[in-house]
């Protein structure tokens, strides 16, 4: 079975702590090879997820959904991923910190 991009990402503001994301605030586009284009936005405590590149982002990724669902479960470590061209991310720094937040980790 085919991991789903679009529905994991549509799942996060129902798996992210309030208090986890109180006072953040950023913007990731997700280019899904095979599923399409996101925007994960993040103000006033809110996570919103929506279709399309929506605003400028903080950071975008670029991967397959085959990759990201690897990733996602621990089948993938994102350095060799990254390092192998299987994901691409404009500012690792930002993914880092909200990484764990977004159930990423």
Same mark, same amino acid.
């Given at each position: 079975?085919?991991?789903?991009?679009? *529905? +994991?990402?549509?799942? &996060? $503001?129902? @798996?992210?702590? $309030?208090?986890?994301?109180?006072?953040?605030?950023?913007?990731?586009? +997700?280019?899904?090879?095979?599923?399409?284009?996101?925007?994960?936005? &993040?103000?006033?405590?809110?996570? *919103?997820?929506?279709?399309? &590149?929506?605003?400028?982002?903080?950071?975008?990724? @670029?991967?397959? =959904?085959?990759?990201?669902?690897?990733?996602?479960?621990?089948?993938?470590? $994102?350095?060799? =991923?990254?390092?192998?061209?299987? &994901?691409?991310?404009?500012? $690792?720094? *930002?993914?880092? @910190?909200?990484?764990?937040?977004?159930?990423?980790?």
């Amino acid at each position: 079975m085919q991991f789903d991009a679009k *529905e +994991f990402l549509f799942s &996060l $503001p129902g @798996k992210v702590k $309030p208090e986890a994301i109180d006072g953040l605030s950023t913007r990731f586009h +997700f280019e899904i090879a095979d599923s399409g284009s996101y925007t994960v936005a &993040l103000a006033d405590g809110k996570l *919103e997820v929506s279709e399309g &590149l929506n605003g400028e982002s903080s950071c975008t990724v @670029k991967t397959s =959904a085959e990759s990201l669902g690897k990733l996602i479960k621990g089948d993938l470590n $994102p350095m060799m =991923a990254m390092m192998t061209g299987k &994901l691409k991310i404009s500012n $690792p720094g *930002e993914m880092m @910190k909200y990484a764990k937040i977004f159930g990423l980790m």
